[in-house]
């Protein structure tokens, strides 16, 4: 395998670790990148292609694995440092986690084939795209002018809230929403402040992720061979790396900016992609 080819590896590498946990859809980002410009099922093959881009999603949740070590430890009661917030019984738990992934769970579940067949178009995901983003501008709007902040930490969530914020991620079910472009608006319309509402989106997300991330590779593991082996990893280690970074910038961001600069980005992305994919 040649240097460009591993290069092209590091750019999707790149482009999923910068894009994933941001509210501006990953998958649109990888239509432009791949589909219209790197084109990877060319040079690998679809079903190895298909696998390559779970095995750098694996390395985008390996990076929120990391910054919210701690936090995960707690929820599972390994020791962890946090003891005041321990002893209080105030705390994110894990049944808040899984109130909160059970609605896009089942409905993914029940509607995985007709999701794969007929959301998976340029049209759909623009559609996708520019409704998510007038989505999370209602969110920052109401938000800022009712100023309904109350949650100030993920260890205020009520279950309640977990479980809601989870049913407004079954929007994300159609490609382009955008997951955390979702939940994010979700709990700030929830009276959450942006990096809460971050914070807990990025939690949840690990389970859900990592779950179908395996069970993708189980059913595609004949495709992981020695030959494209070095292209997986390249990927998988420059997934790792920027969405490392990329998470602890946009933490330290979202509370300053909050969603529509994002949402603004989102709806030149449409564009972007509509003017490519239809004049080019």
């Known amino acids: 395998m040649d240097l460009y080819t591993l290069i092209k590896a590091v750019i999707l590498g790149l482009v999923e670790g910068l894009t994933e946990f941001a509210p501006i859809s990953s998958t649109g980002h990888m239509i432009i990148v791949d589909d219209l410009w790197l084109q990877s099922k060319e040079f690998l093959g679809k079903y190895p292609a298909n696998t390559f881009k779970v095995v750098i999603q694996l390395g985008s949740i390996l990076a929120v694995i990391v910054i919210f070590g701690e936090r995960f430890m707690d929820m599972l009661d390994f020791k962890s440092r946090r003891t005041a917030v321990k002893s209080s019984g105030d705390k994110l738990k894990l049944s808040h986690i899984i109130v909160g992934l059970l609605p896009a769970g089942v409905l993914g579940v029940l509607f995985e084939d007709a999701i794969d067949e007929y959301l998976f178009s340029i049209e759909t995901v623009l559609i996708g795209l520019f409704v998510g983003a007038v989505f999370m501008i209602i969110a920052d709007v109401i938000s800022s002018k009712y100023n309904s902040v109350k949650v100030e930490s993920v260890d205020m969530i009520t279950h309640k809230q977990a479980l809601i914020v989870g049913l407004i991620q079954c929007l994300a079910l159609w490609p382009g929403f955008s997951r955390s472009g979702s939940t994010i608006s979700g709990g700030v319309l ?57 998470i602890k910038f946009f933490l330290k961001l979202i509370n300053k900016v909050k969603l529509i600069p994002f949402a603004i980005y989102r709806i030149l992305l449409v564009l972007v992609i509509y003017v490519l994919y239809f004049y080019f």
Do not use: C, E
């Not at 495709?223 to 790792?240: E, K, L, Q, R």
């Open 190 to 246: 929830l009276g959450m402040n942006h990096r809460t509402a971050a914070d807990f989106t990025f939690i949840m997300a690990v389970p859900i992720m990592l779950g179908a991330s395996v069970l993708s590779l189980a059913k595609n593991w004949q495709y992981f061979t020695i030959d494209v082996f070095p292209f997986m990893a390249a990927g998988f280690i420059s997934a790792f790396i920027f969405a490392l970074v990329s």
